[in-house]
């Protein structure tokens, strides 16, 4: 059964990098089948997709988030990473890694969340 | 973007009731729309994927339908462990995006 569980500070300063890696267990990152993402939900709020990679290398963003965000693969220990620069206050979220098919792109399934509070 | 929009924000209702909830999306995207559940302090479930294919384990009494920009999640008979926070996503092309969701509340 695949499992994803998310792992990094939960304190974050602002202007720092925010960096979380999700393991993947009973499955391998290697498929071609599928893509891993990532997704945000502050608090109070809705579900927000920040980006998705596949083992390709191919990788894609949200249009709002791109500029401050990146998606890196750790093949050999089954992890993927997301770096978020520049944090501030309104980056606050719980922070879900999730698989998606790489024709379906719906997640499943997730990972079960790690709250990262930006805050000095 | 394909910009998906909920509604509506809130139900309120009873058990047994039937609920309907609607999302529509800004462009075309066939049936490539699912559907989570959120309870409190938990990560979503898929429920139903494709517009309206169920996913394994989910109860009979959720369906789903739609395609193009209008879709509807139904719950015919609503029980005690279905209050929670409902989100639609699209799955059509990069950017993926989600509805800004629907609590059903009693």
């Known amino acids: 059964q695949l499992q994803l569980q998310e792992s990094g500070p939960g304190l974050v300063k602002p202007s720092e990098t925010l960096s979380l890696i999700c393991t993947v267990s009973g499955g391998s990152i290697r498929s071609n089948n599928y893509y891993w993402g990532w997704i945000r939900q502050p608090p109070g709020k809705a579900l927000e997709w920040i980006g998705t990679f596949h083992s390709s290398g191919s990788t894609y963003y949200s249009s709002s988030l791109k500029s401050r965000v990146t998606i890196s693969v750790d093949t050999p220990k089954n992890q993927f990473s997301l770096n978020f620069n520049s944090v501030t206050a309104a980056d606050t979220a719980v922070y879900y890694c999730?698989?998606?098919?790489?024709?379906?792109?719906?997640?499943?399934?997730w990972g079960q969340g790690t709250l990262v509070t930006v805050s000095s | 973007d394909t910009q998906m929009t909920q509604s509506p924000s809130f139900v309120y209702a009873s058990v047994g009731d039937r609920v309907t909830i609607t999302c529509r999306a800004s462009q075309g995207i066939s049936t490539w729309l699912a559907w989570y559940q959120q309870k409190p302090g938990k990560a979503p479930k898929l429920l139903i994927y494709g517009a309206s294919n169920l996913q394994s384990g989910v109860p009979s009494r959720f369906s789903g339908s739609g395609s193009g920009t209008e879709f509807t999640l139904t719950i015919s008979s609503l029980q005690p462990e279905d209050f929670a926070t409902y989100y639609c996503q699209q799955a059509n092309s990069f950017p993926l995006t989600f509805g800004g969701g629907t609590k059903v509340e009693i």
């Open positions: 999730a698989r998606h098919g790489n024709i379906d792109n719906w997640f499943d399934p």
